[in-house]
């Protein structure tokens, strides 16, 4: 385990991200602490950089974005100044949740998420070809999401936190 958190840190960690608007007072009784000890902890983890920020989390179909794509970036010439480049144009379009720079036959693997297949090409066409930096790219649609989850597995720093 990571020597800046023990287990209690891990539980709240775990509570955190089950549901961050949870209230101090909420966790601590939870954790088996009062408020003013666990509300440290939760600063210092934040300080720390190990809490990165607390999000809401929105639901993309009952919004009308319910079209996700998954995309595999080739680069022409992928050296530093081409990959830097592209990192940096894709940080500019909402359309793409994530960017991972990836081993094997691609570059880059992208997760794009649109209202449906006409906004996705578009998108395609119009922004992410735009790019003069790409040779290839392969799309894969999402049919269903079998498993959606932001949690991280604390399981594997604390046997503190359950296997879920």
């Not at 050296?79 to 940080?91: C, G, H, L, Q, S």
């Not at 070809?129 to 649609?141: A, E, F, G, N, T």
């Not at 959606?148 to 503190?160: E, F, G, W």
Request: glycine share 4%.
């Amino acid at each position: 385990m990571p020597s800046q958190i023990d287990g209690i840190d891990a539980k709240i960690l775990h509570l955190i991200q089950g549901n961050a608007a949870l209230s101090v007072a909420d966790i601590a009784d939870q954790v088996g602490l009062s408020s003013s000890p666990c509300w440290r902890r939760i600063k210092h983890m934040e300080e720390a950089g190990i809490i990165k920020q607390r999000v809401t989390l929105l639901d993309r179909e009952k919004l009308g974005l319910d079209f996700e794509v998954f995309v595999a970036v080739k680069l022409a010439l992928p050296n530093r100044t081409n990959m830097e480049k592209f990192e940096k144009a894709v940080r500019n379009m909402p359309e793409v949740v994530q960017c991972a720079v990836v081993t094997g036959a691609v570059d880059f693997m992208l997760r794009i998420v649109t209202k449906d297949m006409h906004a996705y090409e578009d998108f395609l066409r119009e922004v992410l070809l735009s790019i003069d930096l790409i040779s290839d790219v392969q799309s894969r649609i999402v049919l269903r999401q079998s498993k959606d989850s932001t949690a991280i597995p604390l399981n594997l720093i604390s046997n503190a936190v359950p296997r879920v």
